[in-house]
């Protein structure tokens, strides 16, 4: 469980079947053996979640805290990162889905076209996909112009506040369920949610800190709440038709991923601030209930 940047594409190669709007996919070499499982328990495991012959996992880029890309177009991140050491804990071909937002992320692994996923954690998505104990903790801020009166997180769910987020994001179906008066606006994905804002004169923008900090960078005039205004806890998933079994053992690779370093490692090599492991478990309040 090393440091993965020095893994070849094999000969299969990078296959882009788009662009980034429309389904990407990478096919990476796979490690054999199945890892701790036993003989009996790995056919199986693999049978529900590889019906292809492949681990199929979904890669949502539309969050830079899990997934970008590198120089040369490859996918990479902490979710890669995971799909990659779980496929080759399953001695299995690894399948990339690269999208650019989490709706359709979600409609991948619970339509049955991915196997796995990487989501926040939201009673919604749920319906059909069963989560891990999260393995990243990401922090949700509102971002306002310089000028704006708004001060404090409370004060955004009025009457004529507008706030823009990411079409299909945790954000978008947090703020739905909590906010009362504001007015939600939705950008094509989670990274053009500041354009939008400008583009639209709303009074505010939610989403990942890291994406609003970088976008305050880019466009003068711009500041972050001194507070966030919720804790996204972001998980690996599989559609719960797997059964639980699948659901299980992808829940117990989380929590060895977090106690052996990977997590934290994965993190460090991307680059990543603002998102910290999550502890072992599942004891934490869900921020989005």
């Known amino acids: 469980m090393g440091d993965f940047s020095d893994i070849k594409i094999s000969r299969r190669g990078l296959l882009i079947a788009g662009a980034l709007s429309a389904t990407a996919v990478a096919v990476l070499p796979s490690v054999a053996g199945a890892g701790d499982a036993a003989p009996g328990e790995a056919n199986t ?3 529900a979640f590889a019906p292809t012959g492949k681990l199929r996992a979904s890669i949502n880029l539309g969050n830079p805290i899990l997934a970008g890309k590198d120089a040369s177009g490859a996918p990479r991140g902490v979710s890669v990162d995971l799909a990659r050491e779980f496929a080759s804990r399953l001695g299995l071909d690894l399948e990339l889905l690269v999208v650019d937002t989490a ?40 971002l306002v ?15 004529g506040t507008r706030v823009v ?33 400008i583009e639209t004169h709303a009074e505010a923008a939610a989403g990942v800190k890291q994406q609003l900090e970088a976008d305050s960078w880019r466009i003068s ?53 603002g998102a910290a492991v999550a502890p072992a478990g599942d004891s934490m309040p869900d921020p989005l209930k």
Not at 116 to 135: C, E, H, S, W
Not at 145 to 159: F, G, L, Q, T, Y
Not at 167 to 190: F, M, N, Q, V, W
Not at 240 to 268: H, N, P, T, W
């Open 103 to 142: 709706g359709k992320s979600v409609d991948a692994v619970a339509a049955g076209n991915a196997d796995i996923g990487f989501f926040a954690i939201d009673p919604k998505r749920g319906a059909q996909i069963a989560f891990t104990p999260p393995y990243v903790l990401i922090e949700g801020f509102y």
């Open 145 to 159: 112009k310089d000028d704006s009166p708004i001060r404090r997180n409370a004060e955004v769910d009025a009457p």
């Open 45 to 47: 495991l693999v049978s």
């Open 165 to 197: 987020v990411g079409a299909g994001s945790a954000y978008d179906l947090y703020l739905t369920r909590e906010l009362k008066h504001a007015e939600i606006l939705r950008s094509p994905s989670s990274p053009t949610v500041v354009d939008t804002f």
């Open 221 to 273: 005039g711009l500041r972050l709440l001194d507070q966030r205004f919720m804790v996204i806890r972001q998980a690996m998933g599989v559609p719960k038709s797997r059964g639980a079994e699948a659901s299980a053992y992808l829940a117990q690779f989380v929590e060895d991923m977090k106690a052996s370093g990977f997590v934290a490692a994965a993190l460090e090599r991307r680059g990543i601030d």
